[in-house]
């Protein structure tokens, strides 16, 4: 089994910056792709960057510029940087992990908690 941990989240000013923290453990032979998804209250889940384990990115539109996708893979963690953050970034954030727990085992698809964050004045 496969644990995913956020943590990063909280309330911050329109402009400012967060950096959420997705950490992985359990059993863990290889971490395919991650990435960080959100959902906004009445709004279904979207994604929001994905990080394949060469490092190569992926963004939502609206989140192009601003936004971060990074990747430990030394520490198993996941990471997403916030930048100029606006109230349309209000949203709770998931984590994805693409696992692999044996050589020979199947990729499997875990998730985090979510962690909250709030763009307000």
């Known amino acids: 089994q496969v644990q995913l941990v956020e943590s990063g989240g909280g309330l911050v000013q329109p402009g400012g910056s967060l950096r959420l923290s997705c950490a992985a453990s359990?059993?863990?032979?290889?971490?395919?792709?991650m990435g960080w998804y959100r959902q906004a209250p009445g709004k279904q889940r979207e994604l929001v960057a994905t990080?394949?384990?060469?490092?190569?990115?992926n963004y939502a539109d609206s989140v192009k510029g601003r936004l971060t996708i990074s990747r430990d893979n030394a520490k198993n963690t996941g990471y997403l940087q916030m930048d100029n953050l606006n109230s349309e970034d209000t949203a709770i954030y998931y984590c994805?992990?693409?696992?692999?727990?044996?050589?020979?085992?199947?990729?499997?698809?875990?998730w985090g908690q979510g962690t909250q964050v709030t763009v307000s004045s």
């Open positions: 990080i394949g384990s060469g490092g190569n990115t």
């Open positions: 994805n992990a693409r696992v692999k727990s044996r050589s020979l085992g199947p990729i499997r698809d875990y």
């Open positions: 359990g059993s863990i032979f290889s971490i395919y792709g």
